[in-house]
């Protein structure tokens, strides 16, 4: 599902409509996460909970490899014309140019909203068990005390401020790859430039399936320290290396990048019982990293050069290191709870 939001967000264009495609998308994350993500973890055995949902977040990172694909096979006319050649047309040239350009995207937009709809039936008749919470022998309401009873869970707190840090870093790296392949190989096109984000977006997906396979051997937590360690070494490479190993560190960088955002989370849900789903709103909030750390870099890359604004991303990643390397969730509360899967029929 996350991937279909990711591949609406690419084939629509959000600057191409005003902004609204982000929109779709913010909103799409806000409902998907907030409830898909906890439902993931608790819908088997709670020590696999980080395997699963690394699982089904690949299928995200399969949207983003697989949409450039897509756009170009189905949405990109080939007919392009330069800024003499568009300014010289005529009112009615014009506007009978934007009008065939817009015609090819309804045909692809059809069938994304086709597949929306057969997936959201697919969910109503499916019968998926109903997640209650319970406390003792009753159940309470999702929001248990509030903000106020999430103070006790450390580790929920810590994982909130890794999710912030992480994503933060996520974007910015995936935001710089193409301008530092044109900085470290001057001349490069643009478009040469670009094969290096799509090795960068390959090594991610792959990174999702090969984590949720090896979780099966080692912990979570653990795989999380591993692959942070690797990213801080990525890092150290692109800032200091020379030659070609900088650009390829930073492909890298992506295959190490791509279990962290599922393993916070699920890690991050460990014990909160009645405060699941107020935790994951939480962390899923936290994604507004991804808007703060990018701009720190661009202020960094005008003032000096893009390869100094790697050290932002590095920073970000030695607090992953420390949430992963540190990690203990409270398990000691009074009368634990914890939530159960009770089946329904619809």
């Known amino acids: 599902m996350q991937g279909l939001f990711g591949l609406i967000e690419r084939l629509v264009g959000g600057e191409q409509n005003g902004g609204a495609a982000p929109v779709v998308k913010s909103g799409g994350q806000g409902v998907l996460e907030v409830a898909a993500n906890p439902y993931v973890t608790i819908l088997g055995p709670p020590e696999s909970s980080e395997r699963r949902l690394n699982f089904a977040q690949s299928f995200n990172s399969v949207g983003a490899v697989v949409t450039p694909i897509f756009g170009a096979a189905f949405i990109l006319s080939g007919v392009e014309y330069s800024r003499t050649q568009l300014s010289a047309m005529t009112p009615a040239q014009m506007q009978a140019y934007e009008i065939a350009e817009a015609n090819t995207v309804k045909g ?92 960068h977006l390959l090594g991610f997906m792959i990174g999702r399936f090969a984590g949720s396979a090896i979780m099966k051997h080692i912990a979570a937590s653990r795989l999380l320290s591993l692959f942070g360690l690797s990213a801080l070494t990525c ?112």
Not at 127 to 134: A, D, K, N, S, T
Not at 171 to 179: D, H, K, L, Q, Y
Not at 269 to 287: R, Y
């Open 108 to 199: 692809p937009y059809l069938v994304i909203a086709a597949l929306f709809l057969a997936v959201a039936a697919l969910i109503f008749f499916s019968p998926l068990p109903e997640v209650r919470e319970e406390t003792g022998d009753r159940e309470t309401p999702a929001e248990a005390a509030g903000l106020g009873g999430l103070w006790p869970y450390k580790h929920l707190l810590k994982g909130v401020l890794a999710q912030f840090f992480y994503v933060g870093a996520q974007v910015g790296v995936a935001s710089f790859v193409i301008r530092f392949a044109q900085f470290s190989m001057p001349g490069l096109p643009e478009k040469h430039a670009a094969d290096y984000l799509k090795l």
């Open 235 to 346: 890092l150290t490479i692109v800032l200091l290396g020379t030659g070609v190993a900088p650009m390829w560190a930073l492909v890298l960088l992506g295959f190490f990048h791509s279990i962290m955002f599922p393993t916070i989370f699920a890690l991050s849900l460990k014990h909160l019982g009645p405060h699941t789903k107020l935790g994951s709103s939480l962390l899923v909030m936290s994604i507004i990293g991804g808007a703060v750390f990018p701009a720190i870099m661009g202020y960094i890359s005008d003032v000096s050069n893009i390869r100094y604004a790697f050290v932002v991303p590095l920073f970000c990643h030695l607090y992953v290191l420390y949430f992963a390397a540190g990690y203990r969730p409270t398990v000691d509360l009074p009368r634990e709870t914890e939530l159960r899967s009770i089946p329904v029929e619809n």
